[in-house]
């Protein structure tokens, strides 16, 4: 196993690896394959979700990895078209029952689908949940500040991380700078920008050759070095344990700052906008 990962301490107490694998499109038995070989390459924290139609595949290679569940931090999240109170309870029960585990150490609303305004509700069964021991952390993704307050000021329940889009071409400094002032861990999705366009850019190319490191192991450093938890997917386990070979170097202020100027107020991916985008 590689060197053990840092970890980070959420709001509640818990603590968290600073890196986790990524799981969207890793399905039946090779996706299985990929979550054990993920789990022996050391990877702890393993990100599924309900729509992902695989926390099958997830639980059998926790099953596969041989190793023990209570080291592992397994999260899931629950879809759209299920935020009412008594729905989100029994998706919550199902995702449980598909990935053959009793808890999830983390449970987050997928997307927040402002315009269907059913989020508070569904902010309120995961915190039932959690106190009925079926996640131990609970948290969101996609929110924008003002689903985040808004959360907060109707339950009085602060979630201990906000999972969102985050990487080089949009790093989300405004947004990591509210989960700051609100105790909230962030967390990168797509952190790599899915490997396409960021493979060929200059200014972490020439950072990565000063490193002797690849594209990847750079940007991941920079997740790591801005706070964020990075969950990476890959299916393949040398780039696995490629992606995690990350704390044995460190990136310079200015090498810190070059990557910042590749922000750009365009630069999702998708244009996957939480104040309209709609996820079933
Ligand atoms: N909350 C949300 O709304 C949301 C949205 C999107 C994603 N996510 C989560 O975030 C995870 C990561 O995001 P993502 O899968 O969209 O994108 P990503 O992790 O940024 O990139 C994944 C892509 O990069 C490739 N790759 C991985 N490591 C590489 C390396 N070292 N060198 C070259 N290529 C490499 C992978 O191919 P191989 O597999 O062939 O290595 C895959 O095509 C997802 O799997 C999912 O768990 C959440």
């Known amino acids: 196993m590689e060197k053990a990962i840092p970890e980070v301490t959420l709001n509640d107490g818990t603590k968290l690896p600073v890196t986790g694998l990524g799981t969207y499109g890793l ?10 070989s993920g789990i022996n ?3 702890r924290l393993i990100d599924t979700a309900y729509n992902y139609e695989n926390e099958g ?33 029994v998706a919550i029960q199902e995702s449980l029952y598909r990935s053959k585990l009793d808890y999830f150490d983390l449970y987050l609303i997928h997307w927040p689908m402002p315009n269907q305004d059913v989020y508070v509700e569904a902010w309120q069964a ?6 009925w021991g079926l996640i131990r952390s609970i948290g969101v993704s996609n929110f924008l500040p003002e689903h985040l307050e808004r959360i907060i000021q109707e339950t009085g329940v602060t979630p201990s991380l906000n999972q969102v889009e985050l990487h080089p071409f949009f790093n989300q400094e405004e947004q990591r700078s509210v989960h700051k002032n609100l105790n ?11 490997a396409a366009d960021i493979m060929s850019n200059e200014t972490i190319s020439k950072i990565a ?22 969950i990476p997917r890959s299916i ?35 244009d996957m906008d939480p104040a309209t985008h709609e996820e079933f």
């Not at 050759?209 to 938890?229: D, E, F, M, N, P």
Request: avoid cysteine; proline fraction near 3%.
């Open 41 to 43: 390459a050391g990877y």
């Open 126 to 131: 995961l915190i039932d949940a959690k106190k």
């Open 57 to 89: 595949a997830v639980g059998e290679g926790i099953k596969r990895s041989g190793v023990s569940r209570e080291d592992l931090w397994i999260t899931s999240k629950l879809p759209g078209r299920y935020h009412t109170y008594d729905k989100a309870m």
């Open 209 to 230: 050759g000063v490193h002797h490191k690849t594209i990847a192991q750079v940007v991941l450093r920079w997740q790591y070095q801005i706070g964020s938890v990075s």
């Open 184 to 194: 909230i861990q962030t967390e990168s999705w797509s952190p790599i920008a899915k």
């Open 236 to 270: 393949s386990p040398q780039r696995q344990r490629e992606n995690l070979a990350i704390f044995d170097f460190a990136l310079s202020d200015a090498e810190m700052t070059a990557i910042a100027e590749l922000s750009r107020p365009d630069g999702r991916l998708f």
């Open 27 to 36: 399905w039946g038995n090779a996706g299985a394959n990929a979550v054990s």
